[in-house]
């Protein structure tokens, strides 16, 4: 099972960090020097994704400008001598023709934004990967699932889980756990947000999916759930009835940038990865903190 394209959906509106993504798209937002959706496009690239799909919204031009040549920089640049910064924006450039943009007109939920993918995916197994989760790991969540799923049937469908407190699975999607192999299992029912005490595990999904086309046609005529919207969770229990569904609980630091918490936490976690940024990063925690 080759997995060739990846979905983003970027249209959501990012109002748990307003007033930040008030004229600022939530997806443009940096973690220490590279937004967002750079982090995940490189994640889905070292996973060998090669056709990267943005499903979009009002006001959300600038990330495909980001992912475009700009040439007054590239000149500015270049008249300067700045090798050094050329080369590290061209380690984000795409190849011509690997990014396609469409747009979701209407805020209506995560799978209509999937559906309003499924001309550029076609007929074949796509990723999806939400941008305002990060994984912090090598390799990166996606190839981890991806090397998953390269065990398993051409009709399955894999979904990235991580396991959270128990008395916090009420505020989760949550998948029930059948036969087990390793850090891979089969997926035995899935809630989204169980009331308390009812939940079948303790292992949420979280923003990382390998899903088979078919999920298209169930989302077409999904009715809709929670909020009023589409949810993709809905949809995924009915394509459960006809195909299987495995969980991996992956290696890694998730970081929920959704959330201010969240972003600031992830800020930190990358930039002390940062060779170069990491003593001073840490001797500025300790004077703030007075040790």
Known sequence: MKIRKAVFPVAGLGTRVLPATKAMPKEMLTIVDK??????????REAGIEHFVFVTGRNKGVIEDHFDRMFELDTTLAAR???AEQDILAQSQPE?????FTRQQAPLGLGHAVWCARDIVGNEPFAVVLPDELVLNTPGCLKQMIEAASQLGDKANVLAVEAVPDHLTHQYGICGVGKRNGKMFEVDGMVEKPPKGTAPSNLSITG???LQP????????QERGAGGEIQLTDAMIGLAKSQKFYGVEFEGERHDCGSK???LRANI?????????????????KKY???
Not at 96 to 100: D, E, P, R, T
């Open 269 to 285: 976690a990358y930039g002390l990865k940062r060779p170069e940024l990491r003593d001073g990063l840490i001797a500025e925690m």
């Open 289 to 291: 903190l007075g040790e």
């Open 81 to 83: 001598g700045k090798k």
């Open 208 to 210: 990382r999916y390998i």
């Open 35 to 44: 937004p967002l959706i750079q982090y995940v496009v490189d994640e889905a």
């Open 96 to 100: 011509a023709g690997a990014m396609s």
């Open 214 to 221: 078919e999920i298209f046609k169930i989302l077409e005529t």
């Open 261 to 263: 918490a969240g972003f």
